[in-house]
């Protein structure tokens, strides 16, 4: 390992431990819903979060797969989610490395790329918070390492069948992955054939061609996915989980309706990249402007002088053209499905959905620029002014992940964690503590109710309910919580509800459909995310069934 490798990953993951201390102790609710279907999957052997009824209510079962595994091994629930997170975000350093070393870029340029990735203020926060993303986001570079790799084209099936794995793996990390990784292939394999014919000509080409890395990757993403998705449907009756249509209003091609969407997606990517786009605009901008006076130029005031060769050192082989050409495929192409599939689903969009792209766009991106910079019309000065527009956007975005991070991040993760330990946890202590086994409790925000009160829950926003979630599709969500209809969903009627709401407790003292809400107890949970900040009031309540001879849908 060179020297300037060395230093690069020792700053790497000083940065990434760094966070990774200041950060101890966050968790978010939904990492709670994973450990109960861990929990569910060591003690009963079944994949479910209400003990007894199966339901796809998770996002990622592999992820669930190896919260059991640490737990098996004796981790604690959340000991095993920190570690299992702290082990990908590693992964993803480790992975985005590799590719970034095989790059033609200088010493200097390397070690702002990694110092970008690892830096990302939604991949440190989401590492160190027990979800599945940092996974996520190691899965899609490791996928595109076929790029960087030198072997010759003989040894292309294993190497797809292991790229085929890789992406079934993915799958089962993010649902919709299920569709948008593929979507990959095609650019691999045109560079591949490209590369090959670079390298060994016809011979090259013939060895290239494209049907047995398609069959090897095929194979490969079968092997993994088609299991899962056997069972899924067998055990859930679907293959797809309860999360994609819970988090969905519904589909539409309308522009004003996916407008929005789109557009708060993209923000959650400019938060952390946005001063790069805007230093590409400029370097862009400047390149096409020197463009149209090339002519009035030398081609030794051009040439570049050997002092100067380490700014941005040009592409070489194959890679010069066709390299960038698929990387930057590549991303565009995951980037529109993930954004646009989330934008015409109308999920609304929070930033762990959209991270696992920030790593590709920087190596898209880098790619770029290194093409426009190494070309053999741009002249010195041009290189000079393009590196200082470089470096002062790769420190205005390092500075602008750093505020982020100590002045939104690093606050709601300290305060959202007591929040939860004092409100969700304690009450769900206390209906374990007080209540019968077979107890039902309604909740809103189910993952430290579920666990820790080790009571079945009715999911008012239906993750882990289905007739909660066609219900609250036929009425809306908001409609069919405040109407009381989920009283009436179906099923065992529930004892208690602990809820959640602005302002005073919404049901205290208030007769709803022949039930009386019982106040028992309250608390306050300072903030859900950083885009809800305000205070919250967290309730626990009895269900009291009275007969009032009328049901009523508004409350009494």
């Known amino acids: 390992m060179s020297g300037h490798r060395l230093l690069r990953l020792i700053c790497a993951l000083t940065v990434f431990g760094l966070a990774g201390y200041l950060l101890r102790g966050y968790i978010t609710d939904d990492t709670f819903i ?79 790329l990694l110092l970008l990735v690892v830096s990302d203020v939604w991949f440190i926060r989401w590492t160190f918070s027990g979800m599945e993303t940092p996974l996520a986001t190691a899965l899609l570079v490791l996928l595109l390492r076929p790029l960087v790799l030198a072997r010759p084209a003989g040894r292309l099936w294993p190497r797809y069948l292991a790229w085929g794995v890789g992406a079934g793996l993915a799958a089962l990390v993010r649902p919709e992955f299920l569709v948008m990784v593929p979507l990959a292939l095609p650019f691999l394999l045109w560079f591949e054939y490209f590369r090959a014919a670079s390298m060994e000509g016809n011979v090259g080409r013939y060895k290239a061609r494209p049907h047995a890395p398609i069959m090897a990757a095929v194979s490969g993403w079968i092997l993994v996915v088609v299991p ?67 002519e009035q130029f030398q081609a030794e005031e051009m040439a570049l002088p050997p002092e100067e060769a380490d700014i941005l050192a040009a592409g070489v082989g194959p890679w010069s053209v066709w390299g960038p050409v698929a990387v930057v495929g590549i ?14 689903r109308q ?36 290189r000079r002014t393009g590196r200082v527009i470089l470096l002062v956007c790769v420190l205005g975005a390092l500075l ?24 969700y946890l304690e009450l769900a202590l206390w209906l374990r503590d007080n209540t019968p086994d077979d107890t039902v409790v309604a909740a809103i925000d189910i993952g430290a109710v579920g666990l820790g009160s080790d009571r079945e829950v009715l999911d008012l926003m239906g993750l882990v309910s289905p007739e909660i979630l066609t219900l609250g599709h036929e009425l809306g969500f908001e409609a069919m919580v405040t109407s009381g209809a989920w009283l009436e969903a179906g099923g065992r009627r529930p004892g208690y509800l602990v809820d959640r709401s602005e302002g005073a407790p919404r049901w205290a003292g208030r007769t709803v459909r022949g039930v009386r809400f019982e106040l028992l107890d309250t608390c306050v949970i300072e903030g859900l995310g950083l885009n809800e900040p305000q205070p919250w009031t967290v309730a626990l309540y009895r269900l009291v069934p009275v007969d009032t001879g009328v049901k009523s849908s508004s409350g009494g």
């Open 400 to 423: 602008v992940n750093g505020w982020m991070f100590t002045t939104k991040v690093l606050p709601h993760a300290r305060t959202f964690p007591a929040g939860v330990e004092e409100c």
């Open 228 to 294: 899962w998705l056997v069972f899924a449907w067998i055990s859930f009756g679907r293959i797809f989980p309860e999360t994609a249509a819970a988090k969905s209003v519904g589909f539409s091609l309308n522009p004003a309706d996916w407008f929005p969407y789109l557009y708060r997606g993209v923000a959650m990517l400019a938060i952390p990249q946005g001063v790069l786009w805007v230093g590409m605009l400029l370097l862009i901008l400047l390149i096409l402007r020197r463009h149209q006076y090339i």
């Open 347 to 382: 999920v609304w969009i929070i930033s762990r959905y959209v991270s696992p792209l920030a790593p590709v766009l920087l190596l898209a991106m880098s790619v770029v620029v290194e093409w426009l910079m190494q070309g053999a019309a741009v002249t010195v000065a041009i």
């Open 331 to 344: 991303a565009m192409t995951w980037s529109a499905v993930l954004l646009g599939g989330l934008a015409l």
């Open 34 to 112: 994973h450990l109960r279907y861990a929990e569910n999957l060591l003690d009963r052997g079944e994949f479910s979060f209400n003990p007894g009824s199966k339901t796809y209510g998770a996002t990622s079962p592999l992820w669930i797969f190896g919260l059991a595994l640490l737990m098996k091994i004796g981790l604690a629930p959340v000991a095993a989610a920190w570690t299992i997170g702290a082990l990908s975000g590693l992964l993803l350093v480790l992975a985005a490395d590799a590719i970034v070393e095989r790059l033609s870029f200088a010493p200097r340029w390397k070690f702002l």
